[in-house]
């Protein structure tokens, strides 16, 4: 038996009570549950000693429990409520969205036990039918399912989990016992992948934020808890540090925890290069502080321009921000649209008119409905007929809508590097992508001949996740990439910056390499529901991150300025 076992035991007992509608008592439980999870001596050890009542949130009926527990093994309440309740809460309650009442609805009406089953009633569509669920919740378990199932692995893709960092920031913001709160560390560089989350703040009344911040719904455990630092374990498996400084070292903290960790020694170098010392407090000369306000104070004390946040990976930003040449790279308003995204037509969720709807709701201007064509059968590939099916479909949306939708095809290049359809098709289309996605355990010079047959056709607009690499599942294709980048550049072909979190290709130093041979780069979500097609945010974050200016991406042209590249 351990702490951590009791307390899931107390998370469970609150579960249950909720579920049975019981007003106080689950609170009570989930206190003590906190309690005992960070108690750095075992419980049994407090029991002995007569000093469970000593414990924060620990009452008598509680610690009537706890010795029941460690005398016997079993607590009789947890028992009886389970037996009422006999599905997996623990795991459940990791998932956002599946609060107790409601797996307790999937348990009741659809037998949901644990997470195997939950998988198959939402592959099954079972969820939507429910009363009280409806198709918009089940779209919303379906995601939330989806990030718990990637937390097993210790990063986490910041596309899956950016909206999630941001509600959290609006919900301190929301509190009023911050002055200002920020997000720093690899999250605000935009780091497709990150350890943990990191937010700095200021406040007159730091004691009251951490309790605040440690009380959040979201979190699940609090690690260490003090005035200015506290870190806990957030519902979704990601920890989060937040950090409580001074208004007036605000600037020189952002720029600390913001890193990454090699831009920072290279600052720290050139710091006692200028016989000054650099750290979070401040830049200082002797005990004197020569800059420390703002971001912007500590770089230009330190000779250099202040960069955008994605630039600092210390790539060779530090020496351009000392000689003033630093890119002027591309905005994210600045992305007009999307340029690689799916239909129910092939293996998408939404129809046309959804997703079109939803492009406009993010305020884009146009959108590629890019589909598989017919050699990716298990993505439901379309024939020529059922394109032309489908562009009719388009032409009559586009008619009536001032969000434009780009006839496109997201092409399969075949094995010998022929295309899966035919010239005369393909040069009705307005954007085809090409794309490998089978054969693709080729020797590293057969795979590259057979791409650069693809994009000397002259038929395709741009490459699709160029490296057909996969975070966590599979590596870079073995392509010699420098002549790749060379023929796609010569052909006007441009490359492909897949936005997908799992794809994040291409990456972003492979981006910058690109761009120094004169490619250009269009953006994709890769959407195959409404939902992904926000995506296309981190397809921006990775163009900046790699150097790219607005004229490098063709997602900053107009609807009509993209037509005119039709081949
Ligand atoms: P992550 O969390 O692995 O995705 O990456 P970061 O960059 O968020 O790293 P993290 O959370 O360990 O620390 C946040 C920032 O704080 C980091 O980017 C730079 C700064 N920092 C933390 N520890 C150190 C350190 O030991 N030395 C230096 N120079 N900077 C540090
Ligand atoms: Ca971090
Ligand atoms: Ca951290």
Known sequence: MSNQELAEMFYDIADMLDIEGVQWEPRAYRKAAMTISTLSIDIKQVYLEGKLLELEGVGASIAKSVEEYVKTGKMSKYESLKKRYPFDLATFRKIQGMGPKRAYALYK?????????????????????????????????????????????????????????????????????????????????????????????????????????????????????????????????????????????????????????????KLRKIAISKGLKLNEYGLFKGSRVVASLTEKDVYNALGLDVMAPELRENMGEVEAAQSHSLPDIVKYNEILGDLHSHTKDSDGLNSLEDMAAAAKALGHKYIAITNHSKSLPVANGLDSKRFDELNARIDKLNKKSDLKVLKGVELEILKDGSLDLPASFLKKMDFVVGAVHQWTKMDRKTLTDRVVKAVQSGLITTLAHPTGRKIGERNAFDMDYTKVF?????????????????????????????????????????????DQLRFIRMSAAIARRGWLAKKDVINTRTYEGLLALKR
Not at 136 to 151: A, G, W
Not at 487 to 506: A, K, M
Request: net charge neutral; glycine share 6%; with cysteine.
């Open 486 to 530: 060379q023929v796609c550049r010569d052909n006007d072909v441009f490359l492909e910056i897949d936005g997908f979190p799992d794809r994040s290709d291409l990456s972003y130093d492979m981006v910058k390499r690109a761009k120094e041979y004169g490619v250009k780069f269009s953006l994709g979500s890769d959407a195959h529901r409404k």
């Open 109 to 265: 009406r659809l037998r949901v036990k644990n997470i195997d089953d939950l998988k198959r009633v939402l592959e099954e569509n079972k969820v939507s039918a429910l009363e009280g669920f409806g198709q918009k919740s089940q779209e919303q378990l379906r995601h939330n399912f989806e990030i718990f199932m990637k937390v097993k692995e210790e990063r986490q893709m910041l596309g899956y989990v950016i909206d999630y960092l941001e509600a959290l920031v609006e919900e301190l913001k929301k509190s009023w016992l911050f002055d200002s709160v920020e997000v720093a560390g690899s999250a605000r560089r935009m780091k497709e992948t990150v350890g943990d989350f990191d937010i700095l703040a200021t406040s007159k009344t730091p004691r009251k934020c951490m309790d605040f911040f440690a009380n959040l719904k979201e979190v699940r455990e609090v690690i260490v808890k003090g005035d200015t630092k506290t870190s806990v374990k957030l519902d979704i498996g990601l920890n989060c540090d937040m950090r409580i400084v001074e208004d007036k070292s605000f600037g020189a903290a952002l720029q600390y925890f913001t890193g990454s960790k090699d831009h920072n020694v």
